[in-house]
């Protein structure tokens, strides 16, 4: 398997230098153990952060219409990630990096916001999340196409079973018939994992909030359209849930949480820190009742303890 796909062999692993141009260029680094841990840190990060993504949403929904919600998210943070690109003075990207640039904003920023929101005008966010949790498997997919990467059959094994576990979830608490909103969920699965798998690549060659800001800039001529379209037809409410969720979708998920989770892909690997995504779900059932009061599946328990054993054994699984 390549090494620019998993820190588990014992080979160099890229990590980002600033070079005098003022990019980010590939760095050698030969400790394995304390670069693995860290980058599983901020993978895990990125996915706590991702797991409050759903409620954050409902609550938006609240006084918000659903193109509202996913133009104004992206505009906020655009304002707070460009800001940033502007004090540190970030130089523009090279041209050949501008492609997957706009792979990363067409998925992760546009398209996965807007099929996710419009899904959850009809289903549940507890339900949503677990259709979601086939993320790491679609991720672990893109990857090995985009990346030439080989990982172990244990670990195929292993994200196929949690797969499973994640569909047998959704499929026993839809009674076996997806709506419309399981269309729009499975459709962000596929645009969403490009995204990721091109922002995982591209951090290897520039700190992750570098891929973070520029996606959202490229992005920002639709947004700020889409923005403007949106508030003038569709019914505004301003509540403390509506205005609480907003904010935290543009400054937690879309800035904070993608700047950690590009960067943990960089350091331990695409196909590895995607598994780490199975977890995704449960969290966001544990925020669906602690949040918004949703009534928690009585198969959650056992679901939550199959995905997490399924993680521990990609983690462990050598390409």
């Not at 019914?235 to 879309?254: D, E, K, Q, Y």
Request: glycine share 10%; hydrophobic share 55%; net charge positive.
């Amino acid at each position: 398997m390549r090494d620019n796909d998993s820190a588990t062999t014992q080979v160099a692993i890229a990590v980002s230098a600033p070079t005098a141009a003022g990019h980010s260029a590939p760095k050698a680094a030969t400790t394995r153990g304390p670069l693995v841990s860290r980058g599983a840190l901020l993978a895990a990060l990125g996915v706590a952060s991702f797991s409050l993504t759903f409620p954050g949403t409902a609550w938006a929904l609240e006084g918000m219409g659903p193109w509202t919600v996913v133009m104004l998210r992206s505009v906020l943070a655009t304002v707070l990630i460009g800001g940033a690109l502007a004090v540190f003075r970030v130089r523009v990207p090279e041209r050949r990096h501008w492609a997957g640039i706009a792979i990363v904003a067409g998925g992760a920023f546009l398209g996965f916001p807007i099929l996710t929101t419009l899904a959850l005008q009809t289903s549940t966010t507890s339900h949503a999340a677990v259709v979601v949790g086939l993320l790491p498997l679609t991720t672990a997919a893109f990857s090995a196409v985009r990346t030439g990467a080989r990982p172990s059959r244990t670990f195929w094994v292993a994200s196929l079973i949690g797969a499973a576990v994640v569909i047998g979830f959704a499929v026993q608490q839809s009674g076996g018939a997806p709506g419309r909103g399981d269309l729009f969920l499975f459709a962000a699965l596929l645009v969403c994992a490009a995204g990721y798998t091109e922002g995982g690549r591209l951090a290897r060659y520039m700190p992750g909030w570098h891929v973070v800001g520029w996606a959202l800039v490229l992005a920002l001529p639709v947004t700020v359209t889409g923005a403007a379209i949106a508030l003038s037809t569709e019914p505004l409410h301003l509540t403390a849930h509506a205005v609480g969720g907003l904010l935290w979708l543009a400054a937690g998920s879309n800035f904070l949480g993608m700047v950690v989770w590009y960067r943990g892909m960089a350091m331990i690997g695409i196909s590895k820190a995607s598994q780490l995504q199975l977890a995704q779900p449960l969290l966001t059932l544990l925020w669906s009742v602690l949040l918004l009061g949703e009534r928690l599946p009585p198969a959650a328990p056992a679901a939550a303890l199959a995905v997490l054993a399924c993680i521990a054994v990609t983690q462990r699984a050598r390409g």
